[in-house]
């Protein structure tokens, strides 16, 4: 597992594979690793008491009401209606605005990051900055680094950040649209398609969900994701370091890294609230942006 952890902080941080293709590595890896050395993969353990077979089969599902229970017909129920809600305004926008348009590619760059958001905001975020602020240009890294500031402010992250990425390319690269038009359909619409796979993928294997955690194969994947996961994270905090820590000139920002050490000794030490400390260092900046103000 910490082989895989750093793997993958290499992968992304020196190699910049993307977020995805790491995924899917981990989940192979850790399928060949169920059947090699499953002690050592097999590292999330199912709830409960019970013994994970090898191959649990699909099938007690006599508690569930008819409308829960797995069936041909409801997957394809629940793929037609979900498929139509999630690429009905994406295909709209192309229809309308044309491919090349900021609205319509926010469109598809946000349902492919809601295809592999594995391991939660700080997993999924990086590729999002990356993404957007290195390979699209819809922002720079230093409005990134806002929006990723704004969020943790926030108790949704993620949410944030995509809305903030959304509005802010939609703003800056409008095309034949008012800035304002733009910003607030690109922040509809990365919205949109971040929320509605995740509905997809919830309805479609709610049925399985009580069964497939049982799955030895399926176990030992998700912990090898999990393992990745950390690599990944670890690649958000050292990327937020360069850009924060390190000012322009290339210099270190003291103010920064004093702030980044107090918080961590607050967190670590103290067990101080979360909300606590970025109030605190909400203040700090605020101060001190006064204060250069006064001193010039």
């Avoid at 229809?95 to 905001?121: P, Q």
């Avoid at 393992?227 to 000012?247: D, K, M, P, Q, T």
């Amino acid at each position: 597992m910490w082989l895989l952890a750093a793997a993958a902080f290499v992968a992304i941080f020196f190699l910049g594979v993307p977020f995805p293709l790491i995924i899917l590595f981990a989940a192979l890896i850790g399928l060949v690793g169920a059947k090699v050395a499953p002690q050592r993969f097999i590292v999330l353990k199912p709830h409960g008491d019970r013994a994970a077979p090898d191959d649990a089969v699909l099938g007690d599902h006599h508690g569930a009401p008819d409308h829960a229970r797995p069936s041909v017909a409801r997957a394809l129920r629940v793929l037609s209606v979900c498929l139509l809600l999630w690429w009905t305004p994406v295909l709209a926008s192309a229809i309308w605005l044309g491919r090349d348009h900021t609205i319509y590619r926010e469109g598809i760059f946000f349902s492919k990051a809601a295809m592999v958001t594995f391991g939660g905001a700080y997993a999924v975020l990086p590729y999002v900055a990356q993404r957007a602020a290195e390979n699209y240009g819809w922002l720079t890294p230093t409005q990134m680094l806002d929006g990723l500031g704004l969020a943790e402010a926030t108790p949704g992250p993620l949410i944030m950040v995509v809305q903030f990425v959304g509005f802010v390319g939609g703003a800056q690269q409008p095309g034949n649209l008012f800035p304002l038009v733009a910003a607030t359909l690109g922040a509809l619409l990365s919205t949109w398609v971040t929320f509605v796979p995740c509905f997809l993928w919830i309805l479609l294997g709610a049925p399985y969900i009580e069964t497939l955690r049982t799955n030895k194969k399926l176990t030992a994947a998700l912990s090898a994701i999990t393992a990745a996961v950390v690599g990944v994270v670890l690649n958000l905090a050292v990327w937020f370091g360069l850009h924060i820590l390190v000012s322009p000139t290339g210099g270190v920002n003291w103010l920064a890294l004093a702030i980044a050490a107090g918080a961590f000794l607050a967190i670590a030490w103290r067990k101080w609230n979360m909300l606590t400390i970025i109030g605190l260092a909400v203040c700090i900046g605020i101060g001190r942006h006064f204060l250069e103000r006064w001193c010039h």
